[in-house]
């Protein structure tokens, strides 16, 4: 099995900060334990200590910018072939500083310390090979569950509530006669909403596309709820190719309509916002609050869900999903990191509203 792309490989990517420091401070506690064992007269021997986290950091280090450098390589070989040159490679560094190490501290000429070289490579073999199987299984996981939110986005796309679609054709035949080109435009704008269900090959798209999709389906219910509906939009420019999982906004958006304006004779107002603050680009979403908060509650539910969901398989703990309920104001708010699509190619929607 070949890994072609690198951002599959199951060794994670050693050019970061946070992955060195994580393999540091392992191999510091490491170095601490065997301290402990090797001291005889007092809790800790602190000359072993120090001599062999000076050996194990350094060797850690280089190990570690040799396996960045030689990422790409490794990255499309099969595993069991990645996995033999990590183990060479990182043997061969260990043999490096252990004979290095060795002529500084004995330098007895003629004299080979084979034994302490033979122990230090190894236990270097038995802690590659436990660090690359947690490594193996990590990625096995983390491949798992994004299958899995893909199977789950999938089937929200799929999504299309039966209520909208029966409203949507009825507000369409009512049209047809009195206002055509209105009743095309609006065919135009359910057709885009059944194509966007049905495209499940992004995992990624541009806030604008999501936008478009979220005023397609508006466009829709105004012909429906007419002045009853009432919109609000506040789009800070500049962000429109900020990445975000499709169909994470416009069932938010169903939801306030659904639940927020649909019940109420008078209507309400629905206000999308679009920020910026710092590293992170936050989208709102307000509706009148429902009059039963379990209603609210069950309505909500699933689309939250999936929503967070998504949000932590695609982002991590910088996405972050809240949602409020002040007064008779009803509040969904998304955090997303800052992060951009203008390296990929997506096709843009027909229509723009």
């Not at 909403?193 to 798209?205: E, G, M, W």
Request: with cysteine; hydrophobic share 45%.
């Amino acid at each position: 099995m070949n890994k072609k792309d690198s951002g599959n490989f199951y060794v994670p990517d050693l050019c970061r900060v946070r992955a060195v420091f994580m393999l540091l401070i392992t191999s510091e506690l490491l170095v601490l334990v065997l301290a402990i064992v090797q001291a005889q007269d007092s809790w800790i021997d602190w000359n072993y200590f120090g001599l062999l986290s000076l050996f194990v950091q350094w060797t850690t280090l280089t190990s570690a910018a040799l396996i960045c450098l030689l990422r790409p390589r490794l990255a499309r070989m099969s595993i069991s072939r990645a996995t033999t040159a990590i183990v060479g490679l990182v043997l061969l560094d260990v043999l490096a500083f252990s004979l290095f190490a060795d002529s500084v501290l004995h330098p007895q000429p003629g004299v080979a310390p084979w034994h302490g070289v033979a122990k230090k490579l190894l236990l270097a073999l038995l802690i590659v090979l436990m660090v690359l199987r947690y490594f193996y299984l990590q990625h096995q996981w983390q491949e798992q569950r994004e299958a899995e939110m893909q199977a789950r986005l999938t089937s929200l796309q799929a999504r299309i509530q039966p209520h909208f679609l029966f409203n949507s054709m009825n507000t369409i035949a009512s049209l047809i006669a009195s206002n055509p080109e209105q009743a095309e435009d609006a065919v135009l704008d359910l057709s885009e909403l059944f194509r966007a269900s049905l495209r499940t090959d992004d995992q990624l798209i541009p806030l604008n596309r999501e936008l478009e999709l979220c005023q397609r389906y508006l466009a829709i219910e105004s012909l429906r709820l007419g002045e009853r509906l009432r919109l609000e939009w506040d789009i800070e420019p500049g962000l429109g190719h900020q990445a975000i999982p499709p169909l994470t906004l416009q069932p938010l958006v169903e939801n306030a309509i659904y639940h927020g304006i649909q019940p109420r004779p008078e209507g309400g107002t629905v206000r999308v916002e679009v920020s910026s603050k710092g590293h992170f680009v936050y989208l709102m979403v307000q509706n009148p609050a429902p009059e039963s908060t379990e209603r609210q509650h069950q309505g909500n539910r699933v689309a939250l869900s999936n929503t967070q969901a998504r949000l932590m398989a695609l982002f991590g703990e910088p996405a972050v999903l809240k949602h409020s309920r002040q007064g008779r104001t009803y509040t969904v708010t998304l955090r997303l990191p800052r992060r951009s699509t203008n390296n990929r190619n997506y096709n843009q929607p027909a229509k723009a509203q």
